[in-house]
């Protein structure tokens, strides 16, 4: 086969994509990652023996986290950045080797070629390398947790917020991965992952609460304004924080895209005038609600489907985001900020987005905020008014079955409260369903970035009702997952001792049926079902 990917939910018939990505990346371009990986994999090794000689770069773990950023799904398919990251890598790798005198016999560690032969190279070294079934989905398992967790880390990061707990943990569990362990072994590393993965999002939660303020709750408008506007998509709140700046008394409007939803609530941002409202709905329909926004478009991170020419001369990428052909704005230099204003001076000759749709939504549930109404919450729990907590968070995607979450929306209870962070919210986060004494049945907690409120909430109740174990708490899951993110958060979870997890629309491609047997037995992770059917067992607490 020409490829090989199967790290996302949409795996082709459910097994993995192996000639094009569902994604919209080709062939070429999965083997640059491959290779990528690859050759970070090797870094990883010769890092690690460096912090062992007490002679380690300090550097490597945040350069891993955002080359691993870049491989996630929907995040770059600009096959020339590839290459540069590969050869940053290969420079990387070889520096480090000879600042400490490091020999091995490891390809993974000594392999140089020249940019003519990436593709080839790549193309030996995906995942399908390694015959065993087990062993390969176990490193994935890992790999896709770093993966996630690197974007947090990395979202962190551009804050000026960084752990080196958890670039040590990258670099040792990437490391890790070329090495012949136990299963055993390989499974302790992977709830490790989940372990530093809380400590990953808790970062990122600090960074962006205390650059930001903590969301509060907020009244998004979903109309549109006569001035012409840009649009801003993707989860960097820094990029947002910076546009909002030099767009500020220009006549142009800002407006935010899916994942950046959730910005609305931070205190920060409420400053603007100009910061209109949110235009659209998830990143799956970004090609319709691109094409009819008539303004400039700034993609920050991943979600990046394949562009329409609609739109491709109206499209930015920033950060690890790209798209070839497609205009990419540079990083910020030390101390410094993007530079914008090739995308404000188009904005100012584009008509005003079409207008999609009207009203407002309710958002900025972040733990702040829930734990300012905690008595209130409480009590409600208390007295029976709120009977059971339903944590649908995760992300949304384009397959059908996905309507199976705006049906357990509408089939829950009254007396049921939805927690939900990630874009899977789209699927029925303008539905009216009302509230509970005033306590809306929909909490939105922000972005997928934002998932650690969730576990936050449940951790705080379990104290507040002081319960031994998080699972005897009135919370089930009803997790949609798409891509890596939601990998960690998975494993975060794990890792907290959540059990009884449902995860949709189906199970990840990349579980061989042993590892998913282990993961069902230890932790009852289960596929959904019907959505009546899930409602009835979530409500009898199964």
Same mark, same amino acid.
């Given at each position: 086969?020409?490829?090989?990917?199967?790290?996302?939910?949409?795996?082709?018939?459910?097994?993995?994509?192996?000639?094009?990505?569902?994604?919209?990346?080709?062939?070429?371009?999965?083997?640059?990652?491959?290779?990528?990986?690859?050759?970070?994999?090797?870094? $990883?090794?010769?890092?690690?023996?460096?912090?062992?000689?007490?002679?380690?770069?300090?550097?490597?773990?945040?350069?891993?986290?955002?080359?691993?950023?870049?491989?996630?799904?929907?995040?770059?398919?600009? +096959?020339?950045?590839?290459?540069?990251?590969?050869?940053?890598?290969?420079?990387?790798?070889? /520096?480090?080797?000879?600042?400490?005198?490091?020999?091995?016999?490891?390809?993974?560690?000594?392999?140089?070629?020249?940019?003519?032969?990436?593709?080839?190279?790549?193309?030996?070294?995906?995942?399908?390398?390694?015959?065993?079934?087990?062993?390969?989905?176990?490193?994935?398992?890992?790999?896709?947790?770093?993966?996630?967790?690197?974007?947090?880390?990395?979202?962190? /990061?551009?804050?000026?917020?960084? #752990?080196?707990?958890?670039?040590?943990?990258?670099?040792?569990?990437?490391?890790?991965?070329?090495? @012949?362990?136990?299963?055993?072994? %390989?499974?302790?590393?992977?709830?490790?992952?989940?372990?530093? &993965?809380? =400590?990953?999002?808790?970062?990122?939660?600090?960074?962006?609460?205390?650059?930001?303020?903590?969301?509060?709750?907020?009244?998004?408008?979903? &109309?549109?304004?006569?001035?012409?506007?840009?649009?801003?998509?993707?989860?960097?709140?820094?990029?947002?924080?910076?546009?909002?700046?030099?767009?500020?008394?220009?006549?142009? +409007?800002?407006? =935010?895209?899916?994942? %950046?939803?959730?910005?609305?609530?931070?205190?920060?941002?409420?400053?603007?005038?100009?910061?209109?409202?949110?235009?659209?709905?998830?990143?799956?329909?970004? +090609?319709?609600?691109?094409?009819?926004? #008539?303004?400039?478009?700034?993609?920050?991170? #991943?979600?990046?489907?394949?562009?329409?020419?609609?739109?491709?001369?109206?499209?930015?990428?920033?950060? %690890?985001?790209?798209?070839?052909?497609?205009?990419?704005?540079?990083?910020?230099?030390?101390?410094?900020?993007?530079?914008?204003?090739?995308?404000?001076?188009?904005?100012?000759?584009?008509?005003?987005?079409?207008?999609?749709?009207?009203?407002?939504?309710?958002?900025?549930?972040?733990?702040?905020?829930? %734990?300012?109404?905690?008595?209130?919450?409480?009590?409600?729990?208390?007295?029976?008014?709120?009977?059971?907590?339903?944590?649908?968070?995760?992300?949304?995607?384009?397959?059908? @079955?996905?309507?199976?979450?705006?049906?357990?929306?509408?089939?829950?209870?009254?007396?049921?409260?939805?927690?939900?962070?990630?874009?899977?919210?789209?699927?029925?986060?303008?539905?009216?369903?009302?509230?509970?004494?005033?306590?809306?049945?929909?909490?939105?907690?922000?972005?997928?970035?934002?998932?650690?409120?969730? $576990?936050?909430?449940?951790?705080?109740?379990?104290?507040?009702?002081?319960?031994?174990?998080?699972?005897?708490?009135?919370?089930?899951?009803?997790?949609?997952?798409?891509?890596?993110?939601?990998?960690?958060?998975?494993?975060?979870?794990?890792?907290?001792?959540?059990?009884?997890?449902?995860?949709?629309? =189906?199970?990840?491609?990349?579980?061989?049926?042993?590892? $998913?047997?282990?993961?069902?037995?230890?932790?009852?992770?289960?596929?959904?079902?019907?959505?009546?059917?899930?409602?009835?067992?979530?409500? $009898?607490?199964?």
């Amino acid at each position: 086969m020409s490829m090989f990917c199967f790290q996302c939910e949409e795996a082709s018939k459910g097994s993995g994509c192996n000639t094009v990505g569902i994604c919209g990346k080709n062939q070429e371009t999965a083997q640059l990652q491959d290779l990528l990986v690859y050759l970070l994999k090797g870094l $990883a090794v010769v890092a690690e023996e460096a912090d062992k000689r007490h002679q380690g770069d300090a550097t490597v773990g945040a350069f891993i986290a955002q080359a691993l950023f870049a491989t996630i799904t929907n995040a770059n398919f600009d +096959d020339a950045r590839f290459e540069q990251l590969i050869q940053a890598t290969i420079t990387r790798r070889g /520096a480090l080797k000879a600042a400490i005198g490091y020999s091995s016999d490891l390809d993974v560690v000594n392999w140089t070629g020249a940019p003519s032969e990436y593709i080839a190279k790549g193309a030996t070294v995906g995942v399908l390398s390694q015959l065993n079934e087990d062993v390969r989905s176990l490193r994935e398992l890992l790999v896709y947790g770093l993966k996630g967790m690197a974007a947090y880390a990395d979202h962190a /990061a551009v804050l000026g917020f960084r #752990n080196a707990e958890i670039d040590d943990f990258i670099v040792t569990a990437l490391a890790s991965t070329t090495r @012949e362990l136990s299963v055993d072994e %390989m499974v302790a590393l992977v709830l490790k992952c989940g372990e530093v &993965g809380v =400590t990953a999002m808790a970062l990122l939660d600090d960074a962006n609460t205390t650059t930001y303020g903590n969301p509060e709750i907020t009244k998004v408008n979903l &109309g549109v304004r006569q001035n012409p506007g840009i649009l801003i998509s993707g989860h960097d709140l820094k990029d947002l924080d910076e546009l909002l700046k030099q767009t500020d008394g220009t006549g142009v +409007d800002v407006y =935010t895209h899916s994942e %950046m939803l959730p910005a609305h609530s931070y205190p920060a941002f409420k400053t603007y005038p100009h910061f209109v409202g949110n235009y659209g709905n998830a990143w799956w329909q970004q +090609d319709k609600e691109f094409a009819s926004f #008539n303004g400039p478009i700034l993609m920050t991170t #991943n979600c990046i489907t394949p562009v329409k020419d609609a739109y491709r001369d109206r499209l930015y990428t920033t950060g %690890m985001a790209g798209w070839p052909g497609v205009r990419h704005i540079a990083d910020r230099s030390a101390g410094g900020a993007k530079d914008f204003s090739a995308i404000i001076a188009q904005a100012k000759t584009c008509k005003p987005p079409v207008e999609i749709e009207q009203g407002e939504i309710v958002g900025g549930f972040a733990h702040a905020q829930v %734990m300012a109404l905690a008595d209130k919450v409480v009590d409600a729990v208390k007295s029976g008014a709120i009977k059971r907590f339903v944590v649908m968070g995760g992300c949304d995607g384009r397959h059908k @079955e996905r309507s199976y979450y705006a049906d357990v929306a509408t089939a829950l209870p009254q007396d049921t409260v939805i927690l939900t962070a990630g874009c899977a919210k789209y699927r029925f986060n303008k539905l009216d369903l009302g509230d509970i004494g005033g306590i809306p049945r929909v909490l939105d907690a922000g972005q997928c970035n934002d998932s650690y409120s969730l $576990a936050f909430i449940a951790l705080k109740l379990k104290a507040v009702f002081g319960l031994d174990d998080i699972n005897a708490l009135p919370i089930s899951y009803d997790i949609a997952w798409y891509e890596q993110k939601a990998v960690i958060v998975l494993l975060a979870l794990l890792h907290l001792g959540v059990k009884h997890i449902r995860l949709g629309p =189906t199970l990840p491609a990349f579980l061989s049926p042993n590892v $998913a047997k282990v993961l069902i037995e230890k932790f009852d992770i289960k596929p959904i079902g019907g959505a009546q059917e899930d409602v009835t067992a979530m409500l $009898a607490a199964a």
